[in-house]
């Protein structure tokens, strides 16, 4: 079936770094790429969509300067946080879609990214 | 907008018990909808979907019927295990093209043995 690989699972970073979460689909082409945040106890909140080889579209308040999204090749997005702050500890998700996906009617989810910024 | 409205949790229950989760959406047209469940520290893993009126997924022993009258795909189980402890997540897409998924808030269940 289908298998979205998230990498890092943990990640720990200092105040003002930045840190580079990937998403890779592993069997098929994911043409489009979709980024949660989740807070604890929380749902999913969409952060940004993004098409291969199109600029991301981000969600209303979410800020496109700090959360930069690449999605550059049909297997490979990524996103990244850049000058990182506490606030931004959270746990990141991404999701795939592609052509005979969509025909299924699902979604492949990554196994998410804890981000702990100290 | 579309949304998804998902009963509120936690919800404990003991081993074999029925399970209800209660789901209802608002959408436009004819969205797909979907089960997702998450086990502590781990990412979505897809339990059922439905793709039109009256569908029924299944999966695990849990299923859910699509009822467009009701705009409803509640989650049921018959019988529950310790290992279905999770959170579980109602969401629904538009049918046609790479829609997002909109997500309910999610209802953590506890299974006690």
């Known amino acids: 079936g289908a298998v979205v690989s998230q990498h890092p699972s943990r990640v720990i970073c200092k105040s003002g770094t930045s840190v580079k979460i990937e998403c890779r689909s592993l069997?098929?082409?994911?043409?489009?790429m979709f980024w949660y945040r989740q807070f604890p106890k929380q749902s999913l909140m969409l952060m940004a969509t993004s098409n291969e080889g199109s600029k991301a579209t981000y969600e209303q308040g979410v800020e496109k300067d700090k959360f930069l999204i690449n999605h550059a090749s049909l297997t490979l997005s990524t996103l990244t946080v850049t000058s990182a702050h506490p606030e931004d500890s959270s746990f990141y998700i991404c999701s795939a879609s592609g052509t005979q996906l969509l025909l299924m009617g699902g979604y492949t989810f990554g196994s998410g990214t804890r981000l702990t910024v100290v | 907008g579309n949304s998804v409205t998902q009963m509120e949790g936690p919800v404990t229950l003991s081993e074999e018990a029925f399970l209800t989760i209660n789901c209802t959406y608002t959408?436009?047209?004819?969205?797909?909808l979907f089960w997702y469940v998450q086990y502590p520290g781990e990412g979505l893993q897809l339990l059922l979907k439905a793709t039109k009126a009256d569908d029924k997924g299944s999966n695990k022993g849990f299923e859910a019927t699509y009822r467009k009258e009701t705009t409803s795909f509640h989650l049921e189980k018959g019988s529950v295990q310790v290992s279905d402890s999770a959170v579980y997540f109602c969401?629904?897409?538009?049918?046609?093209?790479?829609?997002?998924?909109?997500f309910g808030q999610g209802t953590r269940l506890t299974i006690n043995p």
């Open positions: 959408a436009t047209g004819y969205p797909s």
């Open positions: 969401a629904l897409s538009a049918i046609q093209g790479a829609q997002k998924l909109v």
């Open positions: 069997d098929f082409q994911a043409t489009t």
